[in-house]
């Protein structure tokens, strides 16, 4: 592999490990606490091997087709990968989402968590969930609204026999980040979740203000996407 790229990823992914510490240290956080999902959609080929060769082994993926081209054959030489869906999910791609995937960030409505209970049950493969929320309550995003979210968790929890691991959330592109992680959180405090998954590559140190517990972070990480 090119000498070059495997230097600049490391030295990107390394940038961005000591500016989350940083974060952490400023907040009174431990800096372990947060941990650092690559997030690998649309990028080539060459810069994701550089960045396994850095040791790093927790990759989100928007799209389940992508994802397993990218990483199906790579399971059996990684056994340590942890995959992230962090993309929205129909319900007839469910099962092909449950075998492959470790988390799930975007569960957003009952008809999700029933493809995803039918799924568990027929491959004995059980994924941790994270419910997303549409903080911004944008049309466009994918997220159940925060009006909506105590009543959707509980359902999640009594409906459907999963225990949610945390929340997550993509706040608006023109507003500021902080608001929308403060809101998540409160969301989460209140119905006994612990687990954060916010900020992005504009956004990742604000987000560990705000107690993330993982940051997805692309662009940073990896360069542009094409
Ligand atoms: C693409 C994407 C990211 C990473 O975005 P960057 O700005 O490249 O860090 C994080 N979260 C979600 C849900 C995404 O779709």
């Known amino acids: 592999m090119d000498d070059e790229l495997r230097k600049t990823i490391a030295a990107a992914r390394a940038d961005v490990l000591a500016r989350i510490a940083a974060a952490a240290k400023g907040a009174g956080r431990d800096p372990a606490s947060i941990a650092l999902t690559a997030v690998s959609k649309f990028q080539p080929e060459e810069r994701i091997e550089a960045m396994l060769g ?17 990483w199906t054959a790579r399971r059996a030489t990684f056994g340590d990968l942890e995959l992230h869906l962090i993309g929205p999910l129909q319900t007839n791609k469910a099962k092909d989402a449950i ?4 988390v799930i960030e975007t569960l957003d409505r009952p008809k999700l968590a029933g493809a995803i209970a039918d799924a568990v049950s027929k491959l004995g493969r059980k994924p941790r969930l ?6 911004g309550e944008e049309d466009q995003k994918a997220g159940v609204a925060p009006q909506d ?17 945390g929340l997550m959330c993509i706040p608006p592109e023109a507003e500021p980040a902080g608001l929308h992680f403060a809101l998540l959180g409160k ?8 687990k954060l998954s916010i900020g992005m590559s504009a956004d990742y140190e604000t987000a560990v203000m705000f107690g993330a517990t993982s940051v997805r972070v692309g662009s940073a990480l990896f360069g542009a996407r094409g």
């Open 54 to 70: 850095t040791g790093q082994r927790m990759f989100g993926e928007n799209r389940v087709q992508e994802a397993q081209d990218r």
């Open 130 to 135: 994270y419910v997303q929320v549409n903080t």
């Open 149 to 165: 979210a105590d009543a959707f968790i509980a359902s999640v929890r009594r409906d459907y026999g999963f225990e949610p691991e």
């Open 187 to 194: 969301i989460a405090s209140r119905n006994g979740l612990s």
């Open 99 to 102: 075998a492959l995937f470790d």
